[in-house]
Structure formats: structure tokens, C-alpha cells
């Protein structure tokens, strides 16, 4: 699993970086981004995982997201991955919210995209291996998730799906339940098949319906946030955490839209929230 | 003058805005961003402008320059201009560093240049009667300037040639003297001809050497900066300073570049270094 530098950037005393490498995984190269915050020489430091969105891939959140600040003072490195498999040879859709730049974070069953889409499987193993092996400052005994839209849905349903992997679960706007919206309709209908029972280890109200457990989450939602009725939903995770007695912290952010603008606002507070449960 | 609203969006509890204007100085729309941070109804805040580098928009700082959360806690408007008059009647040229994205703050006396090119007059004069006249809360007694690279030119010059307007002038690697440098040489000629007695209200260290005065200036410049021997120089701004009595601190930044990763690690502080000159 060789390692390719695509650049690198001093930034706010520690070094941002985008990489490259080829995937068993996914069969494909696959682009991610670092931010590793300045520390000294042999120090160990926690991870969080940022899971981007539709159509985005790891630069959104680099270029836009103002969370090296919070992640240099808290000592936290940062990493985006993509949302997708991409290039000539994979598959895709004329929409944008499926196929490239819209992997769901789920292994696909359905040709054509059983091959490459295995994001699911990427982001819980090939990923964290790489990192393992070509960051020996990353701890990942200290391991949390966030991420935003499609990515929150990936936080959720990959932290609720691995809760001894991650000390703590956050999301901006997450697709809480795709077995109940437009954008997880097609996707997970696509990736996975009409057998509804297969969609519901993807699907974050499903999961804790069916059981699976943590201590608490933190959601940030913007009440402006135009997919805030048709896909995002969050009332359906309030009802899923209340019955299953998990501590939601579902903040409503009044004025806030979907934008990189409601993200940066308060990715740094959710970089302190899981930075005090990393070090915790 | 009236003004077009193109997208607002809310953030770090403000209104990050950009907005269109037809401009009598340049004779075409001209495009910028305002960043409005939360304020009491009637209240008056100050203003600090950012000037951008070559090839830049008003976006760039907007998206990646990471300043909300400072100018939020401070009360800073912060207004990012482009960087020259647009469009396909607009004189262009093939380089990256000369006509379009590469006004140079200069009011140009050549043509094809001399119709629309008028930075100077855009920046000094008309942007600030709209500003005044289309945000009440913008406090035009109190202003400040800093930018970037040729934008840094741009808020050296024009701040030291309007000492009474800018309670505080700092830079991000600024092109100091643009007489004596390549970039500066051929935007200097190309706008004003080969005069280069005309030049010298275009150039920081010219300005100073003839007499130009401020108490203090704040530039920070990346070591690693890919510019810095060939065109930016900080050095002479250091000498002309030093001549001069003006209390110059350039602070060398060891390992940073000229990117926005280091634009948007010390933003935040210049923001606060203005606010506390702004509101003293």
C-alpha cells in the first residue's frame, strides 16, 4: 500500500496534506486529505474522521472548513476522505446524487457498482490500515467520526456500526434516515437492491432501532437548510435516540443553510467536543 | 449606484455576502464581498479591507481566508474587492499577471488599459461611497486595509498615501517594491508607460523614500515563499522603514508559502491587530 504525496502546506504550525494511493478495496487510486497538527517529536495524537458530501470530495472540506485552528490547539489530526471511487473505468450516474462523488459510504451489491463502490469497506478498513502504516503519529486507539449530509450519514451509521472503534459520534446535517428520503431511496435502492432489510445497516434510525448502541451524539442542524424537510429529517433521529435512551445533542442552528458556511461556523466546536472525549 | 445582492449566507452568527455593482470609475459591474459579523441593531462597526493577489476574486479570502470567527468576536466588517474591472470589452492579456485578475491598484494612463483599469480611484473612492451608502452599519471613520501579495501592494500603497483614512495598514507578502521587480515591471510599464517617475506612487518603498508617513506597519511573510528573492523583496520594505522611522514589524514565518494555508493561519491575527487600532 505505497504512499503518494500530492502536496503539502505549513498551515497554523502543522502540515495539511493531500495523498494518493491504490486501493484493494475499492480497485481504484483513491485521494485524501491530512491535516497534522504541529507536536513534538514521538507524540501520539488522536484522530478524527471528517465524511464529506454529495458531489464533494476531500478539498471541500480543506479549503473551506476552518477546523485547523481548532485541530492545532486541541492536537487532533483531521482526515477527509473522498466520497466515491472515481474515473474512467468506474461507473457513474448522470445525477448528482449517485455514482461518482456519491458513494453513500455503503459496499455495493448491484453491478455495476459492486466492483469499485465499497466506500463501507474503505472507510472501516483499508483507510485507517493506511494511516496506521504511514502516519506513526496517528493513534488509533483514539479514534472519532463526523461528517456532513451524506458524510453525517456515513458518521453516524459507521460510528453506530463500530462503537469500540470511536470514542465519539458527531454530524452536520446528517441524512439520518435514507431508508426514508429521496436521496437514500436511490442510492441505497441502487447500491443494494429493492430488499429494503439490506438498506437498514445503513441507515442510522434502523441501526439504533435494531439495537445498536451508544452514549450520545452530537447533531448541529441549520433551521434554514433547504434539504432540512424532504431528506434530512432530523425529528427521526430525536424519536430514535429518545426510545432508545442515547443522549442526542441536536442542536437547531436558527438562520444556518446547508453550505461550507454553516460547517465552518461550528467545526471547530465539534473538534473541541470530540477532542475532550479523545483525551478524556 | 445601486447594488445587486448575488448570495448571502449566514455565518460564525454574521451575513457573508456578495454583491454586484455597476462602477462609474471602472465603467463596468464590479463584484465584492462583505462579511457583516452580528452586531445590535444600530450599532456602527469598523471596516478593515482586503485586497487579493494575482488571479484572484473576492472569493478566494472568502472561502479560504478563514476570517469569520476573528472578525465575529472583534466587530470587523471585513470587504474583499476583485482584483481589476472584467468582462469581454475589458482589455486582456495572456499572462496571469497582467490586465484581468491583475489590476495592480493603479488608476493606468496607457490603453488600451486607461478606460476601465482605474483600481486606484475604485479602492480609494468609489467602493467606499457604496459601502457608506448601502451598509449603515459600516463605520467609514474607522478603517483599516491589509492584503495579499499584490493586494499587500495595494494595501501599502493606498494606505500610505491616505494616511488620514487608515487607523492601521499590515500585508501578507506584499510586493514592496514593484519598481524593482518583474511582476512590478510589467504591470508598472504596461499600465503607465515607461516613466517611471509616474510609478512611484505605485511602489511602498518609493512612497516612503518620498516622504510618506505612517507610525506602524504589520507584514507577514512566509520563508518559504516561491516569490520572495525574486519579487517580493520584504527586505527593502525593512530598509525604507528603517530610513524612514516608520515602525516596521515583519515577522518572517518559518516554513510557510504564499498560499491561503498561510494567509489563513495569521488572517485572524491582523484581524485582531486592526481591531484593536480601529477601536482604540
Not at 74 to 88: E, F, K, M, N, Y
Not at 101 to 121: I, L, Q
Not at 132 to 148: C, N, V
Request: with cysteine; glycine share 10%; charged share 20%.
Amino acid at each position: 500500500m505505497p504512499i503518494e504525496t500530492l502536496s503539502t502546506f505549513k498551515a497554523h504550525g502543522g502540515t495539511q496534506g493531500v495523498y494518493r494511493h491504490a486501493s484493494e478495496t475499492t480497485s481504484t487510486d483513491m485521494v485524501f486529505s491530512a491535516y497534522v497538527p504541529p507536536h513534538e517529536e514521538g507524540a501520539k495524537l488522536p484522530v478524527l474522521w471528517y465524511l464529506s458530501g454529495l458531489t464533494c470530495t476531500h478539498a471541500n472540506v480543506t479549503e473551506k472548513g476552518e477546523f485547523r485552528a481548532a485541530c492545532a490547539e486541541q492536537g487532533v489530526i483531521l482526515i477527509a476522505p473522498d466520497t466515491s471511487p472515481r474515473g474512467q473505468d468506474v461507473a457513474d450516474d448522470d445525477g448528482y446524487d449517485f455514482g461518482q462523488g456519491a458513494g453513500f459510504y455503503v459496499d455495493a451489491t448491484r453491478d455495476p457498482w459492486a466492483g469499485h463502490f465499497r466506500m463501507r469497506s474503505y472507510i472501516e478498513q483499508d483507510l485507517p490500515a493506511l494511516i496506521a502504516a504511514e502516519f506513526p503519529m496517528a493513534d488509533l486507539d483514539r479514534q472519532s467520526i463526523t461528517g456532513h449530509s451524506m458524510g453525517g450519514h456515513g458518521a453516524l451509521t459507521i460510528g453506530l456500526r463500530n462503537p469500540g472503534r470511536f470514542r465519539s459520534i458527531s454530524a452536520f446535517s446528517p441524512i439520518v434516515a435514507p431508508s426514508q428520503c429521496p436521496w437514500g431511496d436511490k442510492a441505497l435502492g441502487g447500491y443494494l437492491g429493492d430488499d429494503r432489510a439490506a438498506w437498514r445497516e445503513y441507515d442510522a434510525c434502523a441501526l439504533i432501532e435494531d439495537g445498536a448502541r451508544v452514549s450520545e451524539l452530537l447533531v448541529d442542524q441549520g433551521d434554514g437548510d433547504q434539504f432540512l424537510t424532504e431528506q434530512l429529517k432530523p425529528e427521526l433521529l430525536a424519536e430514535a435516540c429518545k426510545a432508545a435512551g442515547i443522549d442526542l445533542t441536536l442542536r437547531m442552528q436558527p438562520g444556518y443553510d446547508h453550505s461550507y458556511y454553516f460547517i465552518s461556523t461550528f467545526l471547530p466546536d465539534h473538534v473541541a467536543w470530540h477532542a475532550a472525549r479523545l483525551k478524556g
